[in-house]
């Protein structure tokens, strides 16, 4: 078998698509199980109240209600809580101390947020299930909503930032909200449970089945071994659907107290109460800058409504960790705080933490930029990190292996045109639009779980098999994992098969999330790979009568060195190789985006007319599933900046956003044909050079667009536009201003 081409590289089309776009998929609520009933989640009207007591008389006479299960009975069954780590334990991000309450997957004393499980009705039918579950009578206390502080940790030298200030030329500041976000996923959270024989399968919208087997087992109090999870195609996640949800302890208690297997099926409604939110950050920064416009120091204060559980502080602490993102600073100040609040909770979410820190260093460069005279690309390539100082410790510890940032902000302003602006913008002012420009530089902190495993099987009838760890919810991983198989393998990608999202087949992983999948996939599979291929090379030394030492597999076959004596990949029989590796070692994938507005001032409308990302991510598998990430990055991070936003009122924590009616997303006719490209810097610490993607299309993506803002109305004397930059905030802004002037 000749090898032909390098799969590694190629930007080969997703091989997945024609199952998906077919109709061929498998969702979880295609599923269906033999004698299967139907569970619904009565949600707690308020975002806060005691539960005085539940009665559900009534609707258990009801025809085809089999139970009511409420927190009382999860209690006596001996239901634990949802095991949560909201503190990272690696030791490559910013270390947290905190205080979390328990997280019960069914509240027996109070209602913390609105949306959350207070009972669960079980019925033959969904219709049955849901009218019943909204018969069913609870004496609520309403409390007053309430705030608490679990985390509050300092970070850096108060002493050394406070001497930088005193002796600063110029110094910006800014206060910041930046909203509160959900992922809103295509297909909504479903759960199917079974049990017999003393074992629980659950089918679910999981990304990490490995996990949410272990927290199943904790929460029922069985080993690990009685539990298996499986999820098939999976419809969107970007961090959603890492996190343990009721639901899935719920179902599986439900089928062992009725004898049947139990289905879950969430409204989308329900789906924004429940599913994690994100983002949610209040923020204080400045910045101190020498006369010629050297970056001094830095401080912050980042504050982070957590919700009504601390499910996760991995935004909190990886966005303390890189707040000074590519530039040097010499001295920082850091306080992390986090919130709990009568609100759901919040979670990682797309780049967690990251784009929040990077909207607040860009926005303080612009302010220094406009406020002080200096060009903005200048001042920042003035305090990036030359590519000679690397490796380079920033100043929380992190230790960036590689990268040229220059490189990276000088090719994007290229590609974006930096230059031509002002005939555009003049151009603009004759329709009555007013047109900016905007950049915005990031890095990344990918690290995610340390551990992950890969098994391969070479196959006689022409096949291998991958189990891995890790899960797609649409990143192509069928696709580009095949790719590199392939090509250590010498053969053809379709001849590479996945097997992923079972917890009974892939035992051991880490799910996807923090850029890992490639990045630690690669890995294992690389040296399970090798693993196979020695085996192959004793059983060819065997049939070609020749020593082991004296075999060697090139281009998809085993040969005896220096002869034309060989037998195929294939004939050799089964082969197997196993890898298990854990590393906390993180990646660093960084970029530059560059954002183009026109404003209609009239009416506040902004509108993205141009949108440009260069992302490095040390060695791309597959270009053309890069750009395809990049571009849906883009679109999250502009949907943030100018439309999404989770809105509770004030006093009540009631969610006026709860709907796709109040809840906006960013659409394909509003967004314009994206521009990105990729760098290869490889990353040092990585084996195949390696650092991670997907993320950078968001990460910039909300500084760049509120620069371009800025820079849009800046002739008419606004300087800040907080986000999302709806139109009325635009329309707001440009008539306060007005008025000032």
């Given amino acids: 078998m000749k090898k032909s081409v390098a799969w590694i590289g190629q930007p080969l089309p997703r091989k997945e698509d024609d199952r998906l776009l077919s109709g061929k998929g498998c969702y979880t609520a295609d599923l269906t199980l033999p004698g299967e009933v139907h569970a619904c989640v009565v949600r707690s009207p308020h975002a806060h109240a005691r539960i005085r007591g539940i009665d559900a008389a009534g609707v258990l006479a009801m025809p085809g209600v089999l139970a009511v299960l409420t927190g009382r009975d999860a209690a006596a069954d001996g239901l634990q809580p949802i095991p949560f780590r909201p503190i990272s334990p690696n030791p490559h991000e910013v270390p947290l101390k905190g205080s979390f309450p328990p997280f019960p997957a069914l509240s027996a004393d109070k ?113 690990e071994e009685a539990v298996r999870v499986v999820t098939r195609d999976l419809g969107g996640n970007y961090g959603a659907r890492n996190n343990f949800y009721p639901e899935y302890a719920l179902t599986a208690w439900a089928a062992k107290r009725v004898g049947r297997p139990v289905k879950c099926v969430l409204e989308r409604h329900e789906c924004f109460l429940s599913d994690d939110h994100s983002r949610d ?47 040097r600073v010499p001295a920082v100040a850091a306080r992390a705080r986090g919130i709990l609040s009568n609100t759901t909770p919040t979670s990682a979410y797309r780049a967690a933490g990251r784009p929040e820190v990077m909207f607040v260093i860009e926005r303080l460069i612009d302010l220094a930029a406009r406020r002080h005279g200096f060009d903005r690309l200048e001042l920042r390539k003035r305090n990036l990190v030359p590519a000679a100082a690397m490796p380079y410790r920033n100043p929380f510890g992190l230790v960036y292996d590689s990268g040229d940032y220059a490189a990276a902000q000088e090719r994007a302003a290229a590609a974006a045109d930096w230059r031509g602006l002002e005939a555009r913008r ?75 999202g079972d917890s009974d087949v892939a035992k051991v992983g880490g799910g996807t999330h923090s850029g890992r999948s490639m990045r630690m996939g690669a890995v294992v599979m690389r040296r399970a790979s090798d693993k196979a291929i020695d085996e192959g090379k004793k059983i060819a030394a065997d049939l070609l009568e020749a020593a082991a030492a004296d075999i060697e597999f090139v281009a998809g ?43 209609d001032p009239e009416t506040g409308v902004v509108e993205v007319v141009r949108h440009t990302n260069v992302d490095d991510c040390g ?72 650092r991670g993607g997907g993320e950078g299309g968001t990460t910039p993506a909300l500084g760049a667009v509120a620069n371009a803002i800025a820079d849009a109305l800046a002739p008419l004397g606004v300087e800040h536009v907080e986000l999302p930059a709806t139109p009325e905030r635009v329309w707001r802004a440009i008539r306060q201003a007005k008025s000032v002037h």
């Fill in 426 to 500: 003049a151009e603009a002012l004759k329709r009555g639009r007013y047109r900016g420009i905007g950049l915005a530089n990031y890095i990344e902190l990918n690290t995610g779980a340390p551990r992950e495993q890969a098994e391969i099987s070479v196959r006689p009838e022409g096949r291998i098999d991958v189990v891995l760890g890790t899960l797609s919810s649409g990143q192509g991983h069928e696709t580009s994992f095949a790719q590199l198989v392939a090509d250590w393998f010498s053969v053809d990608p379709s001849q590479v098969r996945l097997l992923a």
């Fill in 281 to 327: 950050l209040a923020v204080q920064a400045e910045l101190a800058l020498d006369g010629d416009g050297n970056f001094l120091a830095f401080r912050t204060v980042n504050t982070s409504n957590l919700g009504a559980h601390a499910v996760s502080a991995v935004p909190l602490s990886k966005g303390i960790g890189v707040s000074t993102s590519v530039y």
């Fill in 111 to 223: 209602a913390r947020f609105v949306g959350e499980a207070v009972a669960v009705v079980v019925a033959e039918t969904r219709a049955i299930a849901r009218d019943a579950a909204e018969r069913v009578e609870i004496d609520y206390e309403p409390l007053d909503t309430a705030v608490d502080i679990c985390i509050d940790n300092e970070f850096g030298d108060p002493a050394a930032v406070a001497a930088a200030f005193a002796r600063a030329a110029y110094t910006v500041r800014l206060q910041t909200q930046l909203n509160r976000v959900t992922g809103v996923p295509l297909e909504p959270r479903v759960t199917i449970a079974a049990y017999e024989d003393g074992r629980y399968t659950i089918y679910a919208t999981s990304a990490w089945v490995q996990r949410h087997r272990a927290d199943l087992a904790t929460v029922l109090r069985v080993p």
């Fill in 619 to 690: 060695r791309a598998i597959n270009p053309l599933i890069l750009h395809g990430q990049a571009h849906g990055g883009m679109a999250a991070g502009i949907g943030q900046a100018l439309l999404e936003r989770c809105v509770y009122e004030a006093g009540s924590g009631q969610l006026q956003s709860a709907t796709l009616m109040d809840y906006a997303l960013p659409r394909a006719d509003m967004l314009p044909m994206f521009t990105t490209e990729i760098s290869e810097v490889p990353s040092t610490t990585h084996p195949l050079g390696l």
């Fill in 557 to 599: 076959r085993f040969t005896v060195k220096g002869t034309d004596r060989s037998v195929g990949l294939f004939e050799v029989g089964v082969l197997k190789g196993v890898y298990d590796e854990s590393t906390p070692l993180p990646s660093f994938a960084y970029g530059c985006a560059v954002c183009e507005v026109e404003v």
